[in-house]
């Protein structure tokens, strides 16, 4: 008998049991679909690649049963979104003559601007890697005619507490824009924008009757105001018989008001003197921040709101002035960069 219930217990304790959990096995990863070709297009309708817009690669391939795939889009109508069409970015190396491919298929510019001023045409290539034989190859037009952007907002300001009112937000950016004109050999005459910030100095080139450059300068908005202070004490009565009464006291402060919005940024304006229309390519945004919410206390119907803050001061008008472009460009010049300067302007630069 011991002999049996030790076989028993054996079986009992070793191999499958009824009521253990089972995972099924892995399926083997998918097989590569086989095409039969690759192509390559731009994605989202783009045309051309302008430095102001982004621009992704579709690669797009048939398989063997005529079915047409197509890595992944990030954007749709110039919005963000993401949709899977049957093939991955990383089954494909794609290469470009100038910049850079990332991962997603998102084209970046070369960190000169000054180098894809002088670009007419961006080369693209692309190998399949689970099918080395298959590659396609796509020619990009180089074009400045969509609007740039650059934001330099105040930052937020920090919230309340404790029923305190919100810190107001932060002043919008201080800049100074130049803007001349660069004579090209791939574009011809382009804009160039230079705009100098606590972020340093940037390049911007547009095409002239095309988009401008929108420079955000409105100040931050202001921090939320706290919540009332909540507290509450907790004390013992002892009577003369011995008996004890436990109370307690609850205080709710009132909430605090949000906080002021900051102030709109500055901005200088330095433009070539021999076309003051070029003026028109610079746009500057530059409202005050809004006003912080004011902190609540309690929920629902019985929620008591403080008031929201007041809005921020509007930054000044632009400051502009039209000067030798010869002066406002002194630097670039230095450097060999093709500034156009008008033949006045260089005779006057040489006395």
Known sequence: MKRLSLLALAACTSGYRPDAPTTPAEAPPAAPAQLARIGLQPADGATAICPGAPFQVLV???????????????????????????????????????????????????????????????????????????????????????????????????PGANGSA????????????????????????VILARVDSALGRNYYLLQ????????????????????GLRASVQYTDTYADGQ??????????????????????????????????????????NPGGPGGAGGTNGRGAYAVQAGAGPAGPAGPMPQ???????????????QGFPIAVPQVARHMNKR
Not at 129 to 138: D, E, F, K
Not at 248 to 277: C, F, K, M, N, Q
Not at 320 to 334: G, L, T
């Open 166 to 189: 919100g810190q107001m937000g932060g002043a919008g950016g201080a800049v100074q824009i130049s803007v001349g004109r660069l004579t090209t050999r791939a574009h011809g005459a």
């Open 208 to 227: 002239p009757g095309g988009g401008a450059l929108v420079v955000d300068l409105g100040g931050g908005p202001g921090g939320a105001g706290g919540e």
């Open 244 to 285: 004890t009464d436990q109370s307690r006291v609850t205080y709710e402060g009132p909430p605090g008001p949000g906080g002021a919005g900051g102030a709109g940024g500055t901005a200088i304006i330095r433009v070539d003197a021999s076309d003051r229309l070029l003026a028109q390519a610079i746009k500057v945004y």
């Open 60 to 158: 797009t391939g048939t398989d063997t049963a005529g079915r047409q795939l197509a890595t992944p889009t990030s954007y749709r109508g110039g919005t963000v979104w993401y949709e899977e069409h049957g093939l991955p970015w990383a089954r494909f190396r794609i290469t470009s003559n100038i910049g850079s491919i990332t991962p997603a298929a998102m084209f970046t510019p070369p960190p000169s601007i000054f180098q894809l001023a002088e670009t007419a045409s961006v080369e693209l290539r692309v190998q399949d890697l689970a099918q080395p034989n298959l590659t396609s190859a796509l020619t990009v037009p180089v074009d400045f005619h969509c609007a740039q952007a650059l934001a330099l907002r105040g930052q937020e300001g920090a």
């Open 320 to 334: 502009i002035s039209y000067e030798d472009p010869a002066a406002i460009f002194a630097d670039e010049i230095a």
